[in-house]
């Protein structure tokens, strides 16, 4: 089963607008991370978050952590139609030796 | 550009048949993971890897093996396929494993006809 689950599954949004996708996950985690895959690509690696953090920001992007609801949230400021991609939450086992990694969300940017 | 090289890009092959996709890690990364992606089952992770040797294990088949040779790549064996194998098989690495960043490579597609 998933650990981390993105939610909406799919947004559509014009350039310049703000864009918020949401992950929840089950079990404690050490840290948690966000990555941006485009179509038919590998995914890279947008932004680490440990536990013990509650914001982190890196350019147009903020991710905030809440452990207490065991959700995070990713927010892309004015976004841009580059910005168009799927965007996933990934989370650590018990063990921190992996990530599990949730189902995505698909952003569209329209420009 | 990640740094990490996968081969070959496509494949296409029959059911039965066994193929060998090959990984190179990002320059000076210890660790190598092997993931599965499907429309159906999403990101899975099979097999990790550290200085050559198993580290985490995931959701992979008893038709799927992995090792890391002594200067770091990888390779992914899928023997026996089937139709739903059809997948695409991304490779990541970091520096030394655990909660670090992982980099991906573009990943390959495999097709079973």
């Known amino acids: 089963s998933q650990q981390g689950e993105e939610d909406p599954q799919a947004l559509s949004i014009q350039e310049g607008e703000n864009a918020t996708m949401n992950c929840s996950y089950k079990?404690?985690?050490?840290?948690l991370q966000w990555y941006r895959q485009n179509s038919g690509r590998g995914l890279v690696h947008l932004i680490l978050?440990?536990?013990?953090?509650r914001e982190k920001h890196s350019g147009r992007l903020r991710v905030t952590l809440d452990t207490s609801k065991k959700s995070s949230s990713l927010l892309i400021t004015a976004s841009r139609a580059a910005d168009t991609a799927s965007y996933f939450c990934?989370?650590?086992?018990?063990?921190?030796?992996?990530?599990?990694f949730g189902p995505g969300t698909r952003l569209s940017v329209l420009p | 550009d990640s740094g990490v090289t996968q081969t070959p890009k496509h494949l296409i092959t029959a059911t039965g048949q066994r193929v060998t996709l090959r990984c190179s890690p990002r320059s000076g990364d210890l660790s190598v993971y092997w993931y599965q992606q499907s429309l159906d089952q999403g990101l899975q992770f099979l097999i990790q890897?550290?200085?050559?040797?198993?580290?985490a294990k995931g959701n992979i088949l008893e038709r799927f093996s992995a090792q890391q040779f002594p200067d770091l790549h990888s390779e992914l064996n899928l023997s026996s396929l089937e139709l739903g194998d059809s997948a695409l098989y991304f490779c990541?690495?970091?520096?030394?494993?655990?909660?670090?960043?992982?980099?991906f490579g573009d990943g390959t597609r495999l097709s079973i006809l």
């Open positions: 890897y550290y200085n050559g040797e198993e580290r």
């Open positions: 978050i440990r536990s013990n953090e």
């Open positions: 990541a690495s970091s520096h030394s494993g655990g909660t670090q960043p992982q980099h």
């Open positions: 990934a989370t650590d086992n018990n063990y921190g030796q992996n990530f599990v």
């Open positions: 079990t404690s985690i050490n840290n």
